[in-house]
């Protein structure tokens, strides 16, 4: 049973100084789940993210995946390379700022084709084949597909850095307020998207947002974060309909309506 | 079969001035298979409440419920997913939906969320979707633009799309007229021949009357 987990966090601490970024912080996740994490801003729960992703140091904690051999991985415990490499191939990392997530200077089919290259796709034609298939998912016109993305809107670049994420099937996407700057009708379609690869392929997702109508119809299961802690976590209907916690009580409640 | 036992349920509002509300206290029945049990009482006596607790959408604040073999109280978020997913539907008065997902696909997604392989996944869906009255052309639109009663119905393709053994009903008929609430209680009648274990509200006399086995008022417990 032990065997069956795909990613598990322990105990993760991060701290700045004096000032704490998460603590204490423990979280796991199967094939085919969806895990929201809440919280309002300056909460944690970027400083968790990039923390388990492997993108912060932590001060504290273990932070296991049971890789594609089913081997289990300590982040803490192997070196640079080693962790760029499962960057690459079982994760993948879907940032706030398309900018930080996106090759600014290079087409948009480069910057899809790119991370199909880097896991051993050679065939030109097969490579933009797939590039326009994903332009199209992401509703980006394929006309589009060699001008950079600094000819693009935020929100076309936003989809352009989830087609470019999830073009080589990772086990698990790690997304920070991924449909913070897409309008209403495009954030729709992502999360749709979304689902889908969720159930088809089995990818697993953990999903930082502050936006509790997006987690409501995305997560599973959602953990609340204030000032560095954990607070609140479980079934997502649970948390959200009957939250137990005075500051989720709180966060629940100020929303329009979810 | 669904069993509730002493199950207590009162409402802890931290940010309004800690106010403690509670819903009710001891609740205690049983629901065998092939039973239909209407929840009665008057608003706020917590009826859509129990539905919540059952389903696990609400923390239970004292007693059990026990579902086949199932204790909600002390299940993990996962096996609460699995026993919706396989054995527990829920029908609410609301259609929850991502924005722009055609009808058929939000219809079908239970049974593909179980493995079933599309094909036949999309052909159950065309023939509830028929059984429904829901028509043809709307199939591949969003439900979020379509009227209140074939919203509803879209939520009762969903709920009845799977044979779920056990099955909670929140006011199935509410916004229905006549011909389509016949519809979904016959539906619902043949669930209950079908051996499901059924607990609804149905606020419609009628409605109720046609498809209970029984009837549990909240306010007498």
């Known amino acids: 049973m032990m065997q069956d987990f795909l990613f598990k966090a322990s105990n993760i601490s991060k701290y700045y100084g004096q000032n704490v970024g998460c603590k204490n912080v423990s979280l796991d996740i199967n094939s085919g789940e969806v895990l929201g994490i809440v919280g309002e801003s300056g909460s944690g729960k970027s400083t968790l993210l990039n923390c388990i992703y492997g993108n912060l140091k932590v001060d504290e904690g273990d932070i296991l995946l049971n890789d594609k051999s089913k081997t289990i991985l300590n982040f803490t415990k192997i070196d640079e390379p080693k962790l760029r490499l499962i960057q690459r191939s079982d994760l993948a990392f879907v940032h706030q700022n398309p900018r930080d997530g996106l090759r600014m200077n290079i087409s948009a089919g480069g910057n899809i084709g790119e991370r199909l290259m880097a896991i051993g796709h050679r065939n030109y034609g097969e490579i933009r084949e797939i590039a326009s298939s994903w332009l199209e998912k992401v509703e980006i016109d394929v006309s589009r597909i060699d001008d950079k993305p600094s000819t693009f809107s935020g929100g076309m670049q936003q989809r352009l850095q989830i087609a470019r994420n999830l073009v080589t099937k990772p086990r698990l996407i790690f997304m920070d307020e991924p449909t913070g700057g897409l309008d209403v009708s495009v954030q729709a379609k992502i999360l749709d998207l979304l689902r889908n690869l969720v159930r088809e392929l089995g990818i697993a997702a953990i999903i930082v947002t502050h936006d509790l109508a997006v987690v409501r119809l995305l997560a599973d299961r959602i953990i609340v974060m204030q000032n560095g802690n954990v607070i609140e976590a479980g079934l997502c209907d649970q948390v959200l309909d009957d939250p137990q916690h005075k500051y989720s009580q709180l966060l629940v409640s100020s929303v329009l309506q979810v | ?221």
């Open chain 2, 1 to 221: 079969m669904i069993q509730i036992k002493n199950l207590n349920k009162s409402f802890e509002l931290y940010n309004q001035n800690n106010t403690n509300i509670n819903v009710f206290k001891n609740i205690n029945f049983k629901v065998d298979k092939g039973e239909v049990v209407a929840l009665t009482g008057n608003s706020g006596t917590g009826k859509s409440t129990l539905l919540k607790l059952i389903y696990g959408s609400y923390v239970i604040s004292k007693g059990d419920v026990l579902i086949a073999d199932v204790n909600v109280r002390k299940s993990s978020p996962r096996d609460i997913l699995k026993l919706r997913k396989n054995k527990l539907g829920y029908v609410s008065q609301f259609l929850r939906v991502v924005p722009r997902v055609p009808t058929i696909e939000v219809v079908i997604e239970p049974l593909l969320d179980i493995g079933c392989e599309k094909k036949i996944a999309l052909k159950k869906g065309q023939e509830i979707l028929e059984i429904l009255k829901i028509p043809k052309n709307l199939w591949n639109l969003s439900p979020l633009t379509f009227s209140g009663g074939e919203q509803q119905r879209v939520n009762i393709a969903r709920g009845f799309i799977h044979n779920y053994p056990y099955l909670l009903l929140d006011e199935p008929t509410a916004s229905l007229d006549h011909n389509n609430k016949n519809i979904v209680l016959h539906l619902i009648e043949k669930a209950k021949l079908n051996g499901s274990a059924i607990i609804g509200i149905f606020h419609d006399e009628i409605a109720r009357n046609k498809v209970a086995t029984r009837e549990v008022n909240l306010e007498n417990l």
